[in-house]
């Protein structure tokens, strides 16, 4: 689908225009001088099976997703850390993302990453047998189109491209999904749902294939902690995954917006 030059230029693209609208950003507006609120908030999912941000890769066993975000209205930093839940570390994704357009029916955001990967081999080293932790390193650009029918269904349409820098890793990797979102689904008078659906191609080096993913959230008014399901079905792929995969946890929200000074 795509050439490595045509893949260089796209992420020196994407960089580009991340970089531009930080920097217009950070030191090319006014000064706010209405003290706009700084967000901080997060979520931590507790599952069954860990799921990555590509729904056709999981960890397999259960596991710990910690996703925090800090930022203002436009530029935000915002970490994704994983565990297993026996406490070894999974992988680290260190996002910043900036929306170059907010508009109450469209939004365009883009965003770049630094990703830490955790494997664990088994080595004799001077006669002694012991575990350690083998890290490779991801750069990851994604970009994002969202569109918002009404209060409860959006759509968007997201890219990411990531680069394995470490011998070993996948060097090219393309994830382009189509992606449809209903929220505030009344079940009753204090609980709601939402419903993720999306279609996606991915393509890892010379191997590619189609799946379709979804997600169910449920919760109550008021409440932090909601439980959530998601299932990955492969349509048609050469990339080794399973042909379906599921899991079920829990998520506690926290945080809040805080005034600056």
Not at 5 to 30: G, H, W
Not at 77 to 96: A, T, V
Request: charged letters at 20%; glycine letters at 8%.
């Amino acid at each position: 689908m795509f050439t490595s030059a045509q893949s260089n230029e796209l992420r020196k693209a994407l960089l580009s225009l991340l970089f531009i609208f930080v920097f217009q950003k950070t030191f090319c507006q006014k000064p706010d001088t209405t003290h706009t609120p700084l967000t901080f908030n997060g979520t931590i999912n507790v599952t069954n099976n860990g799921f990555s941000n590509i729904p056709s890769f999981s960890l397999g066993k259960p596991a710990t997703i910690i996703n925090l975000t800090v930022g203002g209205k436009r530029t935000s930093f915002e970490p994704e850390l994983r565990f297993s839940l026996e406490g070894k570390p999974w992988s680290f994704l260190f996002w910043l993302r900036h929306k170059v357009i907010r508009r109450p029916k469209y939004q365009l955001s883009v965003g770049v990453h630094p990703g830490f990967n955790f494997r664990y081999e088994d080595a004799v080293i001077k006669g002694v047998e012991s575990n350690y932790i083998v890290t490779r390193r991801y750069l990851t650009e994604e970009l994002n189109q969202n569109f918002v029918v009404n209060k409860q269904v959006s759509m968007s349409l997201y890219y990411m491209y990531g680069r394995g820098i470490d011998v070993g890793t996948t060097k090219n990797t393309h994830y382009l999904s189509l992606r449809a979102a209903f929220s505030n689904l009344k079940i009753t008078k204090d609980i709601t749902g939402r419903l993720n659906h999306q279609v996606f191609y991915l393509k890892t080096d010379d191997k590619e294939g189609f799946f379709v993913a979804a997600s169910l959230g449920i919760a109550k008014k008021n409440w932090p902690i909601s439980i959530g399901a998601m299932m990955n079905q492969k349509i048609k792929s050469t990339i080794v995954t399973q042909d379906f995969n599921w899991n079920v946890g829990l998520n506690y929200v926290f945080g809040g917006k805080f005034k600056r000074y």
